[in-house]
């Protein structure tokens, strides 16, 4: 029931016209994972090698992504990736408030529809949208309102590799599985 329900929003969102983001995108990116999912990571934005794809996360962003979920033991294919805007930016500019607003409903959808236990937001963008909160170096690493997880964004961390050790860890903290 979860995989049709999931299709049946991954195929809305992917002719969304809601915004003029869908305009330029030449693939809209819903996320891809399990359904139901226990573990859900939230970026900002597809950028130019997800819009080609229609896969969240395969640019080199993703790359590191898939490192750091290696290292701290997580194994792609069981957790939910997605981001909190599904269409690419122009010049991978950040999302405007009002892209973010008519784009939220569909990561709610999706939460609703996947129950994920734990949800990872990634960066500023995540976390101002989903918790109204920003300021990533104070809120990263701690459980918040039981569900939520916040962390670098894997671009900030390929910007600054010295904080690929927290990225993991923070990480490791959505190991929902029992020892
Ligand atoms: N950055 C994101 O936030 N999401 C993607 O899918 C790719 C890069």
């Known amino acids: 029931m979860n995989r049709?329900?999931?299709s049946r929003?991954?195929?809305q969102i992917c002719t969304c016209r809601l915004c003029s983001l869908s305009e330029g995108r030449k693939c809209?990116?819903?996320g891809s994972g399990p359904a139901p999912a226990d573990i859900m990571?939230?970026?900002e934005a597809p950028g130019r090698e997800e819009d080609l794809t229609g896969r969240p996360f395969v640019?080199?962003?993703g790359r590191l992504l898939d490192e750091a979920l290696e290292q701290a033991g997580l194994e792609r294919s069981k957790v939910f990736i997605t981001s909190v805007i599904k269409c690419r930016?122009?010049?991978n500019r950040k999302p405007k408030k009002a892209e973010i607003d008519q784009c939220r409903p569909?990561?709610?959808a999706q939460i609703d529809i996947l129950h994920p236990k734990i949800i990872c937001l990634m960066g500023n963008t995540a976390a101002l949208a989903v918790l109204g909160r920003q300021g990533v170096t104070i809120l990263r690493g701690q459980i918040m309102q039981d569900r939520f997880l916040v962390t670098y964004h894997p671009a900030a961390v390929l910007r600054n590799r010295n904080l690929m050790n927290d990225f993991v860890?923070?990480?490791?903290g959505l190991n929902t599985q029992e020892p």
């Open 4 to 6: 049709v329900d999931l």
């Open 9 to 11: 929003l991954d195929q």
């Open 28 to 30: 809209a990116v819903p």
């Open 41 to 43: 990571l939230v970026g």
């Open 59 to 61: 640019g080199r962003a």
């Open 89 to 91: 930016p122009p010049h």
């Open 106 to 108: 569909y990561l709610q």
């Open 169 to 172: 860890s923070d990480l490791k």
